[in-house]
């Protein structure tokens, strides 16, 4: 008879997760969760074939833990506002898996930035189009522009390298998002590049 598996699947890939939240995704080997569970490297491969399998279930759990900050986002008074601070959240709670997620995912993974952006665009997007009297396309820039500040200070904030307050995040969150909002009611076509930009920059530097 063979013997008792010790762990479970969902154990092993928890065991793993703590340890790459604790060193990277690059501390995760078959040795280093062996010392997580207090076992040998037997447990893992009950699972998985290669540590790469178990670094790909960990991306995996990774983006569920990252959906829960944005559902958390979407709850606020204001969900696009909420999610971007909520995804600032994430980069200062958990930085090791926002790197995972948004700078060094696993090879052959799916997700990263540019997907992260297109789900959670289309959460915001009517919430946007209500309050700013936009239509889908400029609700979509508008919300592109901002998503990508947030993801400049979670990148910061995740290298350990962010020099600016909560306070100062917002306040320049809000002085992008009323330039943006002003700039697309004064210069109709802005968002489609449908404008005359030198006749707007002549007479801006005048």
């Known amino acids: ?42 447990p893992m491969f009950t699972y998985f074939e290669t540590v790469d399998e178990l670094k790909h279930e960990v991306h995996e759990a990774a983006k569920g833990i990252y959906k829960t900050y944005i559902e958390r986002g979407l709850a606020e008074p204001v969900p696009f506002l909420g999610v971007g601070q909520n995804t600032i959240r994430f980069a200062r709670e958990e930085p090791e898996l926002f790197r995972l997620l948004f700078l060094q995912k696993p090879d052959g993974a799916d997700g990263g930035a540019a997907e992260a952006l297109a789900f959670s665009q ?55 998002s009323l330039a943006v909002c002003k700039a697309y009611k004064d210069i109709p076509g802005l968002p489609r590049g449908d404008y005359d930009r030198d006749a707007i920059f002549r007479e801006l530097t005048k």
């Open 122 to 176: 289309d959460l915001v997007r009517d919430s946007i189009m209500g309050i700013y009297k936009m239509d889908a396309y400029e609700a979509d820039c508008y919300y592109r522009n901002l998503w990508l500040i947030a993801f400049s200070f979670c990148a910061m904030i995740a290298a350990g390298e962010c020099p600016y307050t909560d306070e100062q995040m917002s306040a320049m969150f809000t002085e992008v």
């Open 1 to 42: 008879m063979p013997p008792r598996v010790k762990f479970t699947k969902e154990e092993i890939v928890e065991a793993a997760l703590r340890v790459t939240r604790e060193g990277g995704i690059d501390s995760l080997t078959a040795r280093s969760l062996a010392a997580e569970l207090g076992a040998s490297t037997r």
